[in-house]
């Protein structure tokens, strides 16, 4: 149940939670009036968190239809990593020189780069289904990392562009992450991006990053093509683009 007050924001919380996890899948209806029940709001904040995920592109809603959670296309998928690779790679850059300027900026990263290792030691002497088990200490990293590149970087304007694509990255990175081996080679990208900028390399922290959006996309890609082929219509993909 959401509790009564600030209704409107949990609900978008939730649902939010929900497609970025893929517990709904893309695709999926969503029924105010189902969603409403399952959650114990009215219609009211539940359309309103619906009108919120369309602003940020995670559901396909149009007035007086039903609203649906956002296909993903492989042409959109493109897309966002050609812009991506504009943003991010630079914002690491740009958080590296801020470190070289002050100490006190390289504290998360060099945090991160512990929990990173500790994580990886531990990840190799555990069986198939402890290590799936335990993709989400990874995902956790992986978004702290990008969290705190965000906070560090020193261009409001392209920090907040960055924060305001999270929405349509986080359901990605878990497609992307399909199985330990993609996770492994992530796992070796994000250690160089951390390696980068707390020696303070800004050009090596710009390859890094540049070099693991490409990677991404290309097991993103990889991966949507599989479960289009094996999942049927549950997991609508549209490969138009």
Do not use: W
């Amino acid at each position: 149940m959401v509790r009564a007050t600030g209704k409107s924001a949990a609900v978008y919380e939730r649902l939010k939670a929900d497609i970025e996890s893929l517990r709904l899948r893309p695709g999926a209806k969503l029924s105010e009036v189902q969603l409403g029940e399952e959650l114990g709001a009215s219609r009211t904040p539940v359309r309103e968190a619906i009108r919120r995920l369309a602003g940020e592109g995670l559901v396909d809603f149009v007035p007086g239809e039903v609203a649906r959670v956002a296909t993903i296309s492989l042409g959109g998928v493109r897309a966002l990593f050609e812009f991506r690779m504009l943003l991010e790679p630079e914002a690491a850059a740009s958080v590296t020189r801020a470190g070289a300027a002050d100490e006190r900026v390289l504290v998360p990263f060099r945090e991160l780069l512990t929990r990173l290792e500790e994580f990886d030691a531990t990840f190799s002497t555990l069986d198939t289904a402890e290590q799936t088990r335990s993709y989400q200490e990874f995902y956790d990293i992986s978004e702290s990392f990008d969290q705190a590149v965000i906070a560090a970087c020193r261009n409001p304007y392209l920090a907040r562009t960055i924060r305001d694509l999270r929405g349509q990255t986080a359901r990605l990175r878990r497609i992307s992450h399909s199985g330990p081996r993609r996770m492994l080679t992530s796992l070796e990208e994000h250690r160089a991006m951390l390696r980068a900028i707390v020696q303070g390399d800004a050009p090596a922290a710009e390859a890094a990053g540049r070099h693991h959006l490409a990677q991404t996309q290309n097991a993103l890609i990889e991966s949507l093509t599989s479960q289009d082929l094996t999942t049927g219509a549950e997991f609508q993909v549209d490969i138009a683009g």
